[in-house]
């Protein structure tokens, strides 16, 4: 009786690999488990898709003048990596709901004897990590411009920090108090330091920023998204004249045993990489303005890579919101990751600053006479 059951349910199973074989659902399925998981580009820690051909948008598109359009490479990353609407990739015909992040604590493993930090520098400039099925001609992007006028004289840049707590390795005099692994509420040695380090840039640049230096993710990091964006929502009804939303963050790249920092190759300076992150409307939801944001992320990878040509990994264009559906402009900016210092990270962000602010100065409209 036994046998006959085995071999009964055995048929099941063999009829429904078939069905799914012959529908493409397998193909389908593992695409999209493929994509949940997030992979990356980097040197040293490659995973080319088995996919490439069937999805020839998926590839890394090169801006330099005559390139053909290349496979993409992808990185492994952790498990914390900014998943903010991962459930709207599998679930589309639903209302939206509060957008959710996973538990942090199986995220981010403790960095202690046992794990190994290595360096690597991401290959970036001008290329586009696509990991959505929409063909992006980025020469043409490039070529258009950014798209933004900043007003004169108003507030122009809201910068915020969803992943407030985010810290970095602590080395030399940097030590916090950790409320999380890599992570901490003291604003002095979290993210939040970065956010402040760039506000002054681009002020001494002529540019006016607000910078909200609350904290979203603790003690709840469920959520964070939903209360970063809705304090998004309240700084636009505020200050209308707000054109361009950056959300500062540090990534976290490695496996169970290796954690990675990035590290710029930038003469006289020991710095991270910083990557840009832009959102699509590919999970479902709403999001009509994306290529808005990809056109500004693409401007200003740009104006960055002009003067540093190893900062920059490659602009990450992905099939989540994120809240950049809240505003034109909106971008996440990676800068490090978690095996980075603090002053690693601090270096990054002024060679970013430095190059990006002349950049946006170039669109901040003129003042009329008699003004």
């Not at 985010?166 to 979290?190: H, I, K, W």
């Not at 900062?311 to 900016?333: A, D, F, H, T, W």
Request: hydrophobic share 40%; charged share 20%.
């Amino acid at each position: 009786m036994q046998t006959a059951r085995r071999l009964a349910a055995l048929g099941c199973v063999t009829v429904i690999m078939y069905m799914l074989a012959v529908s493409g659902a397998g193909e389908r399925i593992g695409d999209s488990l493929q994509r949940s998981l997030g992979y990356r580009r980097m040197k040293n820690v490659l995973l080319l898709s088995d996919n490439l051909e069937s999805h020839p948008t998926a590839s890394a598109l090169s801006l330099s003048a005559g390139t053909a359009a290349e496979p993409a490479e992808k990185l492994s990353t952790m498990a914390e990596q900014e998943p903010a609407e991962v459930q709207e990739t599998i679930i589309t015909d639903l209302p939206e709901m509060e957008l959710m992040e996973p538990a942090e604590a199986a995220g981010e493993p403790e960095l202690g004897a046992d794990l190994e930090i290595l360096e690597t520098t991401i290959d970036g400039g001008l290329t586009i990590n696509n990991a959505t099925q929409y063909w992006v001609d980025a020469p043409q992007i490039v070529a258009d411009g950014p798209g933004v006028v900043l007003p004169y004289g108003q507030p122009q840049i809201l910068i915020i920090h969803t992943h407030s707590s985010e810290a970095y390795t602590q080395a030399g005099l940097d030590r916090y108090e950790p409320s999380d692994t890599n992570r901490t509420e003291d604003t002095e040695f979290n993210i939040v330091r970065i956010g402040d380090e760039l506000t002054e840039i681009f002020q001494e640049a002529g540019l006016s920023v607000i910078h909200d230096r609350g904290i979203y993710d603790y003690p709840s990091y469920t959520g964070s998204y939903t209360r970063s964006g809705q304090a998004i929502e309240q700084y636009l009804r505020d200050y209308p004249s707000i054109k361009i939303v950056l959300d500062i963050h540090r990534d976290a790249l490695g496996t169970d045993d290796v954690v990675y920092k990035t590290m710029a190759e930038e003469e006289g300076v020991v710095a991270s990489q910083i990557m840009l992150l832009v959102g699509t409307d590919e999970s479902g939801l709403e999001h009509p303005n994306w290529r808005q944001n990809l056109a500004l992320a693409l401007y200003i990878q740009n104006s960055v890579n002009a003067r540093h040509p190893t900062l920059m990994r490659p602009v990450s264009l992905v099939r989540e919101r994120y809240n950049q559906q809240l505003s034109p402009g909106s971008m996440i900016v990676e800068v490090g990751s978690n095996g980075n210092t603090l002053q690693e990270a601090l270096a990054a962000i002024r060679l970013f600053g430095n190059a990006a602010a002349p950049a946006l100065a170039q669109l901040v409209e003129q003042p009329q006479e008699g003004a």
